[in-house]
């Protein structure tokens, strides 16, 4: 890990040059301050943190004026809501901005009914401690991409509201490297791309589906790595958008359901008749979907350094594999 960096201070000072007038109040300060988001800026502007020579503006658009002195002063983060816990993470790189970690199968990522604690999130918050500098004025770490509960592999946290704000947007523009592996049903083409809108399946609200309309564009591209007696493929998936359960509800639409998905494979599989009976039983007993992200690349989002991660499915996922491929 790196050393520390000294925080921020909490108070910011700036005389308005005339270059700089008739900007935007808000849009001034986040770009002087640089470490802000226009956002946060301009809930702080409403909230009564920002003074013009003395007098508190709360006016995001009030125009800016030279000679005028300005004054932003951030409030001490809030105490984050979720409990901070003590729980182990499998941490493989972590700076003053980030964290990347191998998330486990069945682990929960955000605090939710029914899952209030054990949830990475309360990990987080036992691990970083007062390394965090507060996400939208609240000690939280920063979940910019989230992985289903029996999903395993990459993730990448933030820890700081500039790290928030541009992984968010890196997501959001797509200029992320992500690969997954998966065990599907059936025998895939080498190479193939599905793209289909994904929307909520209206007949049962926890599955999504693919929609003739209403829904996200949803891309997916996927290469087969190793057939496995005609009945499994061994799979990397590419994801060039990232709408939720994308990968399984792609597979599942072209008939290639995920191994073990609970949500989307409904029925005993035609292809499951070609392997032989032990591999057949390990096979439709797996208890999880056969999801993992293996890959995950990104420019750091304070020195823009190219950083990429990669991991190897966790034990049961392997262990299928091996009994698949004995036959």
């Given at each position: 890990?790196?050393?520390?960096t000294?925080?921020?201070?909490?108070?910011?000072?700036?005389e308005?040059?005339?270059?700089?007038?008739?900007q935007?109040l808000d849009r001034f300060?986040?770009?002087?301050?640089?470490?802000l988001?226009?956002?946060?800026?301009k809930?702080l502007?409403?909230?009564g943190n920002?003074t013009?020579?003395?007098a508190?503006?709360?006016e995001?658009s009030?125009?800016?004026?030279a000679?005028?002195?300005?004054?932003?002063?951030v409030?001490?983060?809030?105490?984050?809501?979720?409990?901070?816990?003590?729980?182990?993470?499998?941490?493989?790189y972590?700076?003053?901005?980030?964290?990347v970690?191998?998330?486990?199968?069945?682990?929960?990522?955000?605090?939710?009914?029914?899952n209030?604690?054990?949830t990475?999130?309360?990990?987080l918050?036992?691990?970083?401690?007062?390394?965090?500098?507060?996400?939208?004025?609240?000690?939280?770490?920063?979940?910019?991409?989230?992985?289903d509960?029996?999903?395993?592999?990459?993730?990448v946290?933030?820890?700081?509201?500039?790290?928030?704000?541009?992984?968010?947007?890196?997501?959001?523009?797509?200029?992320?490297?992500?690969a997954?592996?998966?065990?599907?049903?059936?025998?895939?083409?080498?190479r193939?791309s599905?793209?289909?809108?994904?929307?909520?399946?209206?007949?049962?609200?926890?599955?999504?589906?693919?929609?003739p309309?209403?829904?996200?564009?949803?891309?997916?591209?996927?290469?087969?790595?190793e057939a496995l007696?005609a009945?499994?493929?061994?799979?990397?998936c590419?994801?060039?958008?990232?709408r939720?359960h994308?990968?399984?509800?792609?597979?599942?639409?072209?008939?290639h359901?995920?191994?073990?998905?609970?949500?989307?494979?409904?029925?005993?599989?035609?292809a499951?008749?070609?392997?032989?009976?032990?591999?057949?039983?390990?096979a439709?007993?797996?208890?999880?979907?056969?999801?993992?992200?293996?890959r995950?690349?990104?420019a750091h989002?304070?020195?823009g350094e190219?950083?990429?991660?990669?991991t190897?499915?966790?034990?049961?996922?392997?262990?299928?594999?091996?009994?698949?491929?004995?036959?």
């Amino acid at each position: 890990m790196t050393e520390a960096t000294p925080r921020l201070p909490d108070r910011f000072e700036y005389e308005i040059t005339p270059a700089q007038a008739g900007q935007r109040l808000d849009r001034f300060l986040a770009e002087s301050i640089g470490t802000l988001s226009r956002s946060r800026v301009k809930s702080l502007i409403e909230a009564g943190n920002v003074t013009c020579d003395g007098a508190i503006i709360r006016e995001p658009s009030e125009t800016t004026k030279a000679g005028r002195r300005v004054a932003l002063v951030v409030p001490p983060a809030a105490p984050a809501r979720p409990q901070a816990e003590d729980h182990p993470l499998p941490i493989l790189y972590e700076d003053r901005d980030l964290i990347v970690l191998d998330k486990p199968a069945g682990l929960v990522v955000h605090p939710a009914p029914g899952n209030e604690t054990g949830t990475l999130v309360n990990a987080l918050l036992g691990h970083c401690g007062d390394d965090l500098e507060g996400i939208g004025g609240e000690k939280r770490p920063g979940i910019v991409h989230r992985l289903d509960k029996d999903t395993s592999g990459l993730m990448v946290v933030a820890k700081t509201p500039l790290a928030h704000e541009t992984l968010s947007n890196a997501f959001a523009a797509r200029d992320i490297d992500r690969a997954y592996l998966a065990l599907a049903w059936g025998l895939l083409p080498a190479r193939v791309s599905y793209d289909g809108a994904i929307g909520r399946d209206k007949r049962d609200r926890k599955r999504m589906t693919v929609v003739p309309s209403g829904g996200k564009h949803a891309l997916t591209h996927v290469e087969t790595l190793e057939a496995l007696d005609a009945s499994v493929s061994l799979i990397r998936c590419k994801l060039a958008t990232g709408r939720t359960h994308q990968i399984r509800v792609h597979l599942s639409q072209a008939g290639h359901p995920l191994l073990g998905d609970p949500v989307y494979l409904r029925r005993v599989p035609a292809a499951a008749r070609g392997l032989p009976s032990d591999a057949r039983a390990a096979a439709l007993d797996f208890p999880r979907q056969a999801l993992h992200a293996a890959r995950l690349g990104f420019a750091h989002p304070r020195t823009g350094e190219t950083l990429s991660f990669t991991t190897e499915p966790p034990d049961d996922f392997r262990t299928l594999l091996e009994i698949l491929r004995r036959g």
